[in-house]
């Protein structure tokens, strides 16, 4: 694809699952890609699997290193590390400070290093992988489903703020996809994600077409429009029919 042949491409947690899809079809495409993970070696074999450079560490603060790496330039950059943090409100505050910072936070340092030097050349693009838990809410799952939301809410921040001045943001919002984060999501993943849990190269390719037709919002799961638009609409009933879902998931356990 013309937008990324060449490009500087930075993903986060790619030493597995959508992050792995995400880097092996960038480099298919032919961009530069740095591959982070905070485990070095899973970061290492996806780069030497697809020619790229394997920059480990802590996603919230790597941007220096891949910059370097990449020549000066970071054209495109994947937020795409995340943690699964299920739990309710009494998850504990370090679970609640992992979510935050990994999910959320991360990506508010990322932007903050990449934005000036986006807007001094007028281009930029920053894909972040939020979940369709950021669109609606996930069972089970408080700490995940707020900070989602969270990480949805900044990538429309930076959308509609810097539009006008080159820089591209996509969300991609998928549903259940088969990685190791959703063998860990247990009975909750199980009754609500699995059942329809696609491949993470299809998440990668969504976000191509989505790259191809500018879009801000990817949809895997392109349910999840209406999903969306009924929460919106109608939040009593959309509540009272989630209810209904956590009622079945208590039933079953
Ligand atoms: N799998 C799903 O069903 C699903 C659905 C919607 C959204 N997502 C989102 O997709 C993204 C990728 O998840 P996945 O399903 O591929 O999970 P995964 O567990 O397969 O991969 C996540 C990777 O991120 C790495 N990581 C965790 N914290 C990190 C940090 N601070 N810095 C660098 N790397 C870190 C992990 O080591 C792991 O390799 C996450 O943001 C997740 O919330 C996943």
């Known amino acids: 694809m013309e937008a990324v042949q060449g490009a500087g491409v930075v993903v986060t947690g790619a030493g597995g699952g959508i992050g792995a899809a995400l880097a092996r079809r960038f480099a298919a495409e032919g961009a530069r890609v740095v591959v982070n993970d905070l485990d070095a070696d899973k970061a290492k074999a996806v780069a030497e699997e697809i020619g790229g450079i394997a920059v480990p560490g802590d996603a919230s603060a790597i941007v220096p290193e891949a910059r370097d790496a990449l020549g000066g330039t ?27 910072d990994v999910n959320v936070m991360a990506h508010v340092r990322a932007a903050e290093a990449l934005v000036p030097e986006w807007l001094e050349r007028g281009s930029g693009r920053f894909v972040s992988t939020v979940s369709a838990a950021g669109l609606l809410t996930m069972i089970g799952a408080a700490p995940y489903s707020v900070t989602k939301h969270g990480a949805y809410a900044f990538a429309e921040w930076l959308s509609l703020t810097y539009r006008h001045r080159g820089i591209k943001v996509h969300a991609i919002c998928p549903q259940g996809v088969r990685t190791d984060m959703l063998d860990s999501t247990g009975s909750a993943g199980d009754l609500v994600l699995k059942p329809t849990a ?6 990668a390719e969504a976000l191509f077409q989505g790259i191809e037709e500018d879009r801000f919002l990817i949809l895997p799961h392109p349910e999840v429009a209406g999903f969306y638009q009924a929460r919106a609409g109608d939040p009593d009933r959309w509540l009272t029919h989630m209810n209904h879902l956590q009622q079945k998931w208590e039933a079953a356990q």
Do not use: M, R
Request: include cysteine; aromatic fraction near 10%; charge should be negative.
């Open 74 to 100: 970071v054209d495109v950059y994947c937020a795409n590390a995340g943690v699964g943090s299920g739990g309710s409100e009494a998850a504990g505050e370090s679970v609640w400070a992992l979510a935050w």
């Open 198 to 203: 696609i491949e993470p190269q299809d998440v």
